[in-house]
């Protein structure tokens, strides 16, 4: 009997973590092309629109809503797989949610629930687990089966759709922080983006290792900056981890390839300019020199147009204790080819 | 063709509504079909349009899948310029609500939203959202060719609504319900509550709708009524008859064996025969709620086979059948479920106590005691019931009695064993057990052993120990024990760790085997394992004296507090009544420290004198 999603996660968790290479099986569909567990999701929120149902596919929800709310559970989960098929959960979560609140009077919540954690627990199909959680977000949680959630959000895959079920739980921000901690890729981008930093640790682990992930750190700077207070910290006291912290928010901050980033930041000049007083305070080290190339050079272009900072950041980069680390990068950049 | 968005009039969009334009007709007409549709106005959806939608649709009769894609499916995109989920009462746009109030004179505690009859009040928005619902059914649930006036719902639909017009100005209990109000309305009454603070007018219109139901054999309805009738309340007064013919309907359309054991009371006690047992009745209804588990036909079958009513006296088939439902409780016990499992193990004493099919003995009466004493306390953690208090006095009486019968010797300050049986036991049921041997002298070594948690689960299962030498019984994931003379092949050392899946003795070589994924991975042999109650504390409080007495010879006993140094069994003394002081017996007397007694010490009447 092919084993579940869940069941395949339990097998692999390691000191409540997931084995450090694992993932979850390639659907057929998606053979042709391999994606990391939570990238296709990760792609559709930030750089798709939400979809638009056709009629079957909303009729194809209603029934596997009405075969959830019947208790027959694995009808449904046949109906959510074939739902996934043609429109992610990612994409028609509203509208699953949306009918679930408007029919609230005429669906059976407690087997709207019984449904929901069977499906996350005994299905082998991606989506239909996270239309599992989906459903679950709206239901009140016995103690006991928040675990699944919890298990199944350590895989990237499920990892926003556990988050999306953790912010709504008393004390929930707790377990969105402990799971931020244990994924790495897609997972952690989501858990950092709702991670709110109701406490100091949190705070510094955001402006330490919020923009830490394996897909791309641009994704999750703006919000780190923002979470960790980066611009409030800028004008008190930092320690030389905290600063080099800073120095790497900076740099993902002005690759605004995937996301908005520098040009979001508000009283970016004032902020940027604080940075570079400090920065004349510690020792810096290659990545802080990076840092400064990269926002020297993107101050000086035309439409931003910060000259005091492009200016911080020449004088900054002309000491001679700096040139070796200076020469490492650029023989970097032409040995990548990246810069021109 | 055309990108461009095109806005709809109100006029277009009523006509929509009431299903005289349809939106592929309206995408057609508008050139649009590349662009959106754009909706500038608000709509209210009401009943009136739904009303002529259905008339119309069923003029139009298309089929399931065109009423679906071009009419049904759209709206629910466009559901705001539409007003549907205002007009289903989900997002009321102006915060008032629709639809008559009952009347105060229908309803004379208006301010009270408890009553049952305000669950039969309608508003225009339940009337709405419910058709809205069924036709969202027609479309998800029937075949996309089957055309809609080939369905009988429409109509249906149609008479819902009219329904709901003709009820609305008349008063509120001689409106027309549909088969699913009274429905619902009833089932509010199985709540005793419900019944108890219910007014004449709710108590009439229950019955009214009830022998309504009954008359077309709903079930709802007959477990209503059958039930109200069985002893009789606010809703019915008691008529026997009445109840069992309701359960017999019940068992005949049901096949549920609920109703069987319900007649199996009615006929055991003679209740339609002017108090003459129909014990021939009563053994086939009880048969069968016993042969479905069900632990009341079990103990009466039981005892219809210890007293030989209507078959063969046999009281090893009425221990057999205790046995049952004991074993059944344990198992739910031990699951953690609330259950009876402390009435089961008071029983299980008797049968030994009394001698029930069995030899006499207080011993295994003495254990099943003390697991009904401890299940009946786990149990008074979560309820504070009153017949919960009468089992743990019942209790309590039989382990006083029984402990008088047990040898001289029989208590001890601990259990001693050289193949003690937790070890196998705590491995049942596919369970790893954690070992930890702790050498704490040459002679002593601490033993213990715990259950791990299954995978995905948090916590082992417990096991049910029960050692009667010291009084003791527990739920344990683990034991610790004392071993006295060990030997073993585990490596030597302060502290050895192993964990071992199954377990057995060695007769040869007065050992224990252990196991895990079917290698043997060492074995433990010693003269004496000492298992201790840690748990025992020492009673406190005051030093109390009692007296059993009783109201009428070989009647049921009851404990009274007593000061009166010279009360002695068999003296008469006077308590205070129902019905003032009464002269009673004295068959016990005893002494309790506060901590050991069944109920708060405030419970207890006195004794007022000797008589």
Known sequence: MTKSLYELILDNIVDGRLKDGFSLPQDENEAGMSFADGAMDGIAIYHMGRADMDAAAYKRMIRAIKASSDGNADEADA????????????????????????????????????????????????????????????????????????????????????????VKWDNGNADVFELAQKVSGWGRIHAVERLEPATPEISEWLLLNGIDNTVMAAYSALTVWNSAGVGERLKGQLTETEFHGISAIIRALLDEGPVAGISEVEDREEHLLDYLALAERFELDVDDCRTLLALGGWAAQEDVELPAVAAGCADLLSAEEYRDMIDEIMSEADGDGEDD | ?????????????????????????????????????????????????????????????????DFGENWFFPLTQVDRAFGIDAACGLADDDGEEDGADIDAADDPDNDDHDRPIRCLREEESDIFSNIWYRLENIWTGEADDVHIAELDIVPDLIKEIDRYRANKDKPFLEREYTDAQKRYYIGLFNADDVVKKASEPELELCRKFTEELCAQDDTDALRLKGYACYGGNRLYACDWRASRDCMLKLYELTDDPTYANTLGYIYYYGRCNGGVPEYEKAFEMYAIAAANGLHEGLYKLADMFRHGYACKKSERTARSLYGMVYEDCREQFLEGRDGAFADAALRMGIVYQKGIGVVPDPVWAYEYFLQADFAAKQRAKHNNFYGDTNVMLGIRKALDETRAELPANFFEEYIKTDKPRIFRQLTENGYRVSACLKREDNDKTVVSLARQPRRGNKNAAPVLLTYAPIDYCGLVTGVKLEAHGLKTSFADGPIVLFKYDFCEWNDTEKRFDFFYDDNQIGWMACDEYRFYNTNKTKPDGKLLRLVSIAFQPGGRTYDYLCDIPDVEVGDKVVIMGYEGETVVEVKAVYTRYESELGLPLERYKKVIRKY
């Open chain 1, 79 to 166: 109906l959510f797989a074939e739902l996934g098929k043609t429109y992610r959960a990612v994409s028609i979560i509203d509208d699953l949610q949306k009918y679930i609140l408007t029919h609230k009077k005429v669906l059976s919540a407690g087997n709207l629930y019984w449904s929901a954690i069977y499906i996350t627990r005994n299905s082998t199909d991606k989506e239909s687990v996270k239309f599992g959680l989906s459903m679950l977000e709206l239901l009140i949680f016995d103690e006991s089966d928040k675990e699944v959630v919890r298990r199944l959000g350590l895989s990237d895959e499920f990892a926003l759709f556990a988050v999306w079920n953790m």
């Open chain 2, 1 to 65: 063709m055309d990108e461009a968005n095109a806005a709809v009039t109100l006029e277009q969009i009523r006509a929509i509504a009431r299903y005289e334009l349809t939106f592929d007709q309206l995408i057609k007409d508008s050139g649009v079909e590349n662009g959106k549709l754009v909706f500038p106005e608000a709509y209210r959806f009401t009943l009136d349009d739904l009303r002529i939608a259905l008339t119309n649709l069923l003029a139009a009769d298309p089929t399931v899948g």
